[in-house]
C-alpha cells in the first residue's frame, strides 16, 4: 500500500519518490526501483568531510546513491533538480522525513564541532632591540664612511664599491 509518491520529471527523466507503509522509501525509475535508505550520524561521519553536510545535501547524497544503483547516468546538475524538486515536494508531503534529515544533520555537526578543539596558546617571545652604532665620518674619510654606512642600511642591494673616486 503507497502512503505517497512524488514525481520529478527533468530533462525527459522522470524519477518517482515512494514512501510505502511501514516507512520504507523508493526511488523508482521505469519499473526499476530501488530502497532509499536514511544515513545516520555515523554514516555521515564516516565520509570524512572537514565539515558537516546540510540537511539538503544530505538528501541529495541520497537519492544520488538511489540513482548510481539504478544505473541510471544524469548529470549532476540534473540530480540537484530532482533532489530539489523530491524535496519541495516532502515539505507539503512529509515534513517528518525532512525533519529526520535535519536532525541527523545536527547530530553530525554537534558531534564533529565537539571534536575541534580552540586551544589558547601563549608564546612568550621577546625582541631583541637593533643594534645601534654610531657612525663617525670625518672630511677625510667622507667617501668610506658614507660607504660603510649605505652597505650596513643596504646589505645584500648595494654592488660593492658603491662610490668611486
Not at 9 to 32: A, H, I, K, M, W
Not at 73 to 86: G, P, T, V, Y
Not at 97 to 118: P, Q
Request: proline share 3%; hydrophobic share 40%; net charge negative.
Amino acid at each position: 500500500m503507497t502512503y505517497y509518491s512524488l514525481l520529478s520529471s527533468v530533462n525527459g527523466v522522470d524519477l518517482l519518490f515512494t514512501r510505502c507503509d511501514y516507512s520504507e522509501f523508493y526511488v523508482s525509475y521505469r519499473n526499476n526501483h530501488v530502497i532509499l535508505s536514511i544515513p545516520t550520524e555515523r554514516d555521515i561521519l564516516n565520509y570524512g568531510k572537514k565539515a558537516p553536510q546540510t540537511c539538503f545535501i544530505l538528501f541529495r547524497n541520497v537519492i544520488q546513491d538511489s540513482v548510481t544503483s539504478l544505473n541510471l547516468r544524469i548529470e549532476r546538475q540534473d540530480l540537484s533538480k530532482h533532489a530539489s524538486n523530491f524535496w519541495n515536494q516532502l515539505k507539503v508531503a512529509d515534513m517528518q522525513l525532512i525533519d529526520e534529515f535535519k536532525r541527523v544533520a545536527k547530530l553530525a555537526a554537534k558531534n564533529l564541532y565537539s571534536e575541534i578543539r580552540i586551544v589558547n596558546v601563549n608564546i612568550n617571545y621577546s625582541v631583541a632591540a637593533p643594534v645601534r652604532r654610531s657612525i663617525v665620518i670625518d672630511a677625510e674619510n667622507d667617501d668610506e664612511g658614507l660607504q660603510d654606512l649605505l652597505k650596513d642600511l643596504f646589505v645584500e642591494v648595494l654592488p660593492t664599491p658603491f662610490l668611486h673616486d
